[in-house]
């Protein structure tokens, strides 16, 4: 079995291209998946990768999206 590596919130920021207080604020607020460790928030690429198609679908209209 192999572990993927954490990601820490800045990280996570430079991924997302938001800033890592953001990325922080979204994990406390539960609207980004996290895990915390102690005091320290870590985050699972395959976790926010999924979390930003998911909103991406959300957001997006068909017709909108359609790739050209």
Do not use: Y
Not at 37 to 56: I, P
């Amino acid at each position: 079995m192999t572990w993927e590596p954490l990601l820490t919130p800045i990280e996570t920021a430079k991924l997302l291209r938001i800033h890592p207080k953001t990325a922080v604020r979204l994990a406390r607020t539960n609207e980004l998946p996290a895990v915390r460790l102690g005091k320290q928030w870590r985050f699972r690429q395959c976790d926010l990768t999924a979390w930003v198609e998911s909103h991406v679908k959300s957001i997006c209209q068909p017709s909108d999206c359609m790739e050209k």
